[in-house]
């Protein structure tokens, strides 16, 4: 069992830092995993706490910060969006956002930051070696610049646009790009119905 779980996370640990470097330069590229990667238990406690509507709900995932200007609103939209679009379709699904920022980024922030997303987008925030964990866990980079000493309010984050569609049992089943791949994911719940009744 503990190689069948380290094969997949090497998978992901490939595949997501791959999606990080092309996502800027190649086409929008929404990969369905053949072989879907379950999370591990204590992730998917943490998920099922932000969007805690029961077990039979889909999730999409997306990681940024409040302070970001256009991507992270951007995404959220899109995320916000394609709940919609699932709703439509009778998929049962909800948005969670994980801040990569959590120094300036307090729940309080969080909580209206995403409510102007629309009521079934959540949010996460952890601090220190949880938020590590968590974002070893996705494959997800952030890069600070100019965070230091004299400057612990105006500073820039870099982060993968990288988001993933978790299936009810907590399995990683859709990586795409939450910016380019919308309309991609969006065609898949009207036309891909078996992946949401696998």
């Given at each position: 069992?503990?190689?069948?779980?380290?094969?997949?996370?090497?998978?992901?640990?490939?595949?997501?830092?791959?999606?990080?470097?092309?996502?800027?330069?190649?086409?929008?590229?929404?990969?369905?995993?053949?072989?879907?990667?379950?999370?591990?238990?204590?992730?998917?406690?943490?998920?099922?706490?932000?969007?805690?509507?029961?077990?039979?709900?889909?999730?999409?995932?997306?990681?940024?910060?409040?302070?970001?200007?256009?991507?992270?609103?951007?995404?959220?939209?899109?995320?916000?969006?394609?709940?919609?679009?699932?709703?439509?379709?009778?998929?049962?699904?909800?948005?969670?956002?994980?801040?990569?920022?959590?120094?300036?980024?307090?729940?309080?922030?969080?909580?209206?930051?995403?409510?102007?997303?629309?009521?079934?987008?959540?949010?996460?925030?952890?601090?220190?070696?949880?938020?590590?964990?968590?974002?070893?866990?996705?494959?997800v980079e952030a890069?600070?610049?100019?965070?230091?000493?004299?400057?612990?309010?105006?500073?820039?984050?870099?982060?993968?646009?990288?988001?993933?569609?978790?299936?009810?049992?907590?399995?990683?089943?859709?990586?795409?790009?939450?910016?380019?791949?919308?309309?991609?994911?969006?065609?898949?719940?009207?036309?891909?119905?078996?992946?949401?009744?696998?």
């Open positions: 069992m503990k190689p069948k779980f380290l094969a997949r996370k090497h998978i992901l640990m490939i595949v997501i830092p791959f999606l990080f470097f092309i996502q800027s330069t190649l086409y929008a590229a929404t990969i369905i995993l053949p072989r879907p990667i379950s999370l591990q238990a204590d992730t998917l406690a943490h998920l099922r706490q932000a969007q805690p509507t029961g077990n039979e709900q889909w999730q999409l995932v997306v990681f940024g910060f409040t302070h970001c200007k256009d991507i992270c609103p951007a995404s959220l939209a899109n995320l916000s969006m394609l709940v919609k679009a699932a709703n439509n379709e009778q998929i049962k699904i909800g948005g969670i956002f994980v801040t990569v920022d959590p120094d300036r980024d307090t729940d309080a922030r969080l909580a209206t930051y995403t409510q102007n997303f629309g009521s079934n987008i959540a949010y996460l925030r952890f601090e220190g070696e949880a938020l590590e964990r968590f974002k070893a866990t996705f494959g890069v600070f610049y100019t965070k230091n000493a004299g400057n612990q309010h105006h500073y820039q984050v870099d982060h993968s646009t990288t988001a993933f569609l978790i299936d009810p049992a907590g399995r990683i089943r859709v990586i795409f790009d939450a910016l380019e791949d919308v309309a991609h994911v969006a065609k898949l719940f009207k036309e891909n119905k078996v992946l949401f009744e696998s």
